[in-house]
């Protein structure tokens, strides 16, 4: 692995082991993914936000300029945190797969799991992985650092 990518690793892995919740509901969903949804308009960043627990979807933006295809990317990247409870950025990054798919020994659909950035586990305190935030339409890193961005400011990280 190269040093920019180890050092690009070693970042990711830090953010999600420091990028922890102290509670996770639907007001905070709410008050995150509207957080974010501001700053991706004053960016004019055409993009969607999904914010999900496992059992049900709590947030959803689709701005101006999204595509069709985003859904189904962020959904996607969903899957791969759910499955790992790793970001799917680090799993890319790990991955280091130019096709975007997992390896065949992994099982895993092509139309269901991406190796791409841009979701991110919701970790809680006392609870683990929770769920997963996503963003989809700017390049991977950028989706990435969308999330970390918006929960540092929210969790004070």
């Known amino acids: 692995m190269a040093a920019m990518d180890s050092d690009e690793l070693a970042r990711v892995i830090e953010e999600e082991s420091a990028l922890l919740f102290e509670n996770f509901d639907e007001a905070v969903a709410f ?13 004019g960043a055409r993009i969607v936000i999904d914010i999900r627990l496992w059992d049900r979807p709590l947030f959803y933006a689709a701005l101006p300029g999204s595509t069709g295809s985003n859904p189904e ?14 970001s799917s950025y680090r799993m ?20 269901d799991y991406v190796l791409a950035g841009g979701g991110f586990p919701i970790r809680v305190r006392s609870a683990g992985v929770i769920g997963a935030i996503a963003v989809s339409g700017l390049a991977e890193h950028e989706d990435h650092d969308m999330i970390v961005a918006a929960i540092g400011k929210f969790v004070g990280g």
Not at 32 to 41: F, N, P, T
Not at 99 to 107: E, H, Q, V
């Open 73 to 86: 990317w962020a959904r996607r990247k969903i899957n791969v945190v759910r499955l790992f409870h790793k």
């Open 92 to 111: 890319a990054l790990e991955q280091r797969r130019e096709d975007r798919t997992f390896p065949p020994r992994y099982g895993l659909d092509v139309s």
């Open 31 to 43: 008050s995150l993914g509207s957080s974010m949804q501001a700053r991706a308009l004053a960016q």
